[in-house]
């Protein structure tokens, strides 16, 4: 399935009540990210064909917005993600379940938590 994605850069004093509007208009993820002169970037990412009836507030405008091809984003994850010692006891495993369990040492427990 495609994504919308928008992009708007919003007043920090907005923030809150955009995204706030942008949830209840079933946004999927917002990304935000500090701009220069007291102004935020707001990147609202849409089930296709959703988002259009988004209500900003005055002065607030999407300036971009295009479809992003669907994806696994997390492909390039699970192929670099490794085993990671975590504290004295713990390995966390990051991988898919059907990969070979890591060898651990004796006195740590083995944590799988697949993406």
Same mark, same amino acid.
């Given at each position: ?10 007043? !920090?004093?907005? $923030?809150?009540?955009? *995204? &706030?509007?942008? +949830?209840?208009? @079933?946004?999927?993820?917002? /990304?935000?990210?500090?701009? !220069?002169d007291? $102004?935020?970037?707001? *990147? &609202?990412?849409? +089930?296709?064909? @959703?988002?259009?009836?988004? /209500?900003?507030?005055?002065? !607030?405008?999407?300036?971009e917005?295009? *479809?992003v091809?669907a +994806? ?5 994850y699970? /192929? ?10 713990? *390995?966390?495993?990051p ?18 938590v697949?993406?």
């Open positions: 399935m495609p994504y919308v994605r928008r992009v708007a850069d919003v007043p !920090v004093a907005l $923030v809150d009540e955009v *995204v &706030a509007a942008l +949830a209840q208009a @079933g946004t999927l993820g917002i /990304e935000e990210s500090r701009q !220069v007291g $102004v935020q970037r707001l *990147v &609202a990412y849409f +089930a296709a064909g @959703g988002g259009g009836d988004v /209500e900003l507030p005055a002065g !607030v405008r999407w300036f917005e295009g *479809v091809p +994806a696994d984003w997390l492909a390039s699970r /192929e670099s993600a490794q085993p990671l010692e975590v504290g004295e006891r713990f *390995v966390i495993d991988r898919e379940p059907d990969e070979p369990a890591p060898a651990v040492a004796a006195g740590r427990m083995l944590l799988r697949p993406a």
